[in-house]
């Protein structure tokens, strides 16, 4: 399999889709000048009709790719920066999350909503959300939160081709990220179905996202120490595959789990209480969290580093249940 980057497994998924049915398009801010590189090639390939650029008005295209998706279209959506949906909040609440509820059944919302998360480098309060956890409690979404190119593509692939609303959330420190990805229309993920990332017996870590990679690092240095620690990466919130964490504390008995979000209501917060209810009979320590206090990141790097989890976090967590 070749090796590629996130942004480029983004790319790919999208290609592949816009070749594969003639009901997708792609619109968003500023996918003519391809500031990201998402759109390498696909102006050229499919022209404007399906690659549409939109005004700076986020209420106003989410609304239309809802409407369109009602029809029979199947929108993507780049609304570029997490923070921007904010602006779309009552498209995406009263509208795209309700509708197929609210009209029992009769329509179909077959649309992805496209954000990057970009923490981590010094783009202020503003620009620098986490904000998946708030869409977990909106009944009618679906969320992917990949970690990998490989899961990054297979799940945006299947994301395109659901009947229901996908928001993806693609985090912005994993995108020169590279890894194997298969070519062709058959790299389909299914949603609901987490992976392990790394098996082990004394502890688990359940990691969200960009926190994924640091997970890793920090059970490869607790390995040298003759620790065995298993990473579970959920890809989807909602769907979520809680048998394979609660299979995963079950054996290990000791669980961290590791979100960027904050912490108050975050997906750490859920997934935490769904392993005290399903699974406290195999603990043998408590449940501990690692995620961003409950304050806007700033924008000098120092102070927004020591917020974010970081592998020495993670490691300092397991350290507190395994000693």
Request: proline residues 7%.
């Amino acid at each position: 399999m070749p090796r590629i980057s996130f942004i480029e497994s983004i790319r790919q998924a999208q290609y592949e889709e816009l070749a594969r049915d003639p009901s997708v398009f792609l619109m968003g801010e500023d996918l003519v000048a391809n500031v990201f590189g998402t759109t390498t090639g696909l102006i050229e390939e499919f022209g404007t009709d399906r690659i549409r650029d939109t005004p700076l008005s986020e209420n106003g295209f989410v609304g239309a790719a809802a409407g369109a998706s009602m029809v029979g279209a199947r929108p993507i959506v780049d609304l570029t920066i997490t923070s921007f949906v904010y602006v779309a909040m009552d498209q995406v609440c009263s509208i795209i999350a309700k509708s197929k509820y609210i009209y029992g059944g009769q329509v179909k919302l077959p649309l992805v909503l496209r954000m990057c998360m970009f923490y981590g480098n010094s783009n202020a309060a503003q620009h620098s959300d986490r904000n998946y956890p708030m869409f977990m409690g909106m009944p009618g979404l679906k969320i992917i939160i990949p970690s990998t190119p490989y899961d990054m593509k297979g799940l945006l692939k299947t994301a395109i081709r659901d009947d229901d609303p996908v928001m993806s959330f693609e985090d912005g420190t994993l995108w020169s990220q590279k890894g194997e990805v298969p070519d062709g229309d058959d790299h389909l993920i299914p949603m609901g179905v987490a992976d392990i990332k790394r098996e082990g017996t004394d502890a688990t870590v359940v990691a969200v996202a960009g926190a994924v990679p640091l997970a890793l690092k920090a059970a490869e240095e607790l390995s040298e120490e003759g620790f065995s620690i298993e990473v579970v990466d959920p890809r989807t919130l909602v769907p979520l595959d809680r048998d394979t964490i609660i299979n995963s504390v079950s054996k290990t008995g000791r669980v961290v789990v590791v979100d960027p979000a904050h912490q108050s209501c975050s997906a750490a917060s859920e997934i935490s209480a769904i392993i005290a209810e399903e699974a406290f009979e195999s603990l043998k320590a408590p449940i501990l969290r690692v995620t961003t206090p409950d304050t806007h990141l700033p924008f000098f790097p120092n102070g927004e580093k020591a917020l974010l989890p970081s592998k020495d976090r993670i490691v300092s967590a397991l350290k507190r249940l395994l000693n």
